[in-house]
């Protein structure tokens, strides 16, 4: 059973910049493929961002094309979602999700471990 930590979310203004972390409680993270999601009130869960499981495949979805960045970290058990130029739409709650030997997944049913999701707050 993996477990999943979100950290790094917060209040910025809109054109600003933020870093969340997704760290495993798996010391074999690097065999998961993960993906980022986020959800804004009265909205569904979206697909943000995913890495494979080696990381050389990522998946972006088209809003975030150019301003969010994924990484991994596998020493460190963790994935890295780099945000710039934040905009007030994207705030929402964000979700890591992992995938045991996956390829950079875009759904959601695809994953089968979750976080509790960390707060991104965009002012405008």
């Known amino acids: 059973q993996v477990q999943l930590r979100e950290s790094g979310g917060g209040l910025v203004q809109a054109g600003g910049s933020l870093r969340l972390s997704c760290a495993a409680s798996e010391r074999t993270f690097s065999v998961y493929a993960v993906g980022w999601f986020r959800q804004a009130p009265g909205k569904e869960r979206e697909f943000v961002v995913s890495?494979?499981?080696?990381?050389?495949?990522?998946s972006y979805a088209d809003s975030v094309k150019g301003r969010f960045t994924i990484s991994r970290d596998n020493a460190k058990n963790t994935v890295y979602l780099q945000m710039n130029s934040l905009k007030p739409e994207d705030t929402a709650v964000y979700y890591c999700a992992a995938k045991h030997l996956g390829p950079a997944l875009r759904e959601i049913r695809a994953y089968d471990y979750w976080g509790q999701g960390t707060q991104v707050t965009v002012s405008s």
């Open positions: 890495i494979s499981w080696r990381g050389g495949t990522t």
